[in-house]
């Protein structure tokens, strides 16, 4: 009885957590809130950066289980992060990833996102080379 107490207590304690966390980022005027919302990160170099990351996540989602992806760092030679048009990124780089012959090939891929005004980053293209 008692764990399933625990159990029903977790999903308001996060709530709690989430709400003290928005009403503690109104207060603080320094508040780094302003680099996940709004049009800070059109055209910036944070906004490349998150479009970087975002990138490799949609391109491992799309690779094999098990191809282990390995992705360059933001700025690696081979890569690049450009912004264009009303806050859309469009990301040209590589990732290495093992074969089902235990072999490391290296992909090309393109994916191009647009940063949404509800901080969502939608995929318009998505291309992975052989």
């Known amino acids: 009885m008692q764990r399933q107490s625990c159990l029903l207590i977790l999903p308001f304690l996060g ?5 003290l966390a928005a009403c503690s980022s109104e207060d603080d ?7 996940a919302v709004g ?3 059109c055209g ?31 700025g690696a030679e081979g890569t690049s992060v450009v ?10 780089a590589f990732v290495d990833v093992r074969t089902a012959a235990g ?3 290296r992909r090309p891929y393109t994916v191009t ?3 949404q005004p509800d901080n ?11």
């Open 29 to 35: 005027p320094d508040s780094v809130e302003e680099t």
């Open 83 to 92: 912004a264009s048009g009303e806050c859309t990124f469009t990301v040209a």
């Open 44 to 74: 910036t170099q944070a906004g490349e950066r998150v479009a970087d990351s975002l990138a490799a996540a949609y391109i491992a989602a799309e690779l094999p289980e098990g191809s282990a992806p390995t992705f360059p760092a933001y």
């Open 113 to 115: 996102m647009t940063r």
């Open 15 to 19: 709530v709690a957590i989430g709400l």
């Open 120 to 130: 969502s980053w939608p995929v318009q293209s998505l291309e992975i080379g052989d």
């Open 39 to 41: 049009e800070e990160l």
């Open 103 to 105: 072999e490391t090939v």
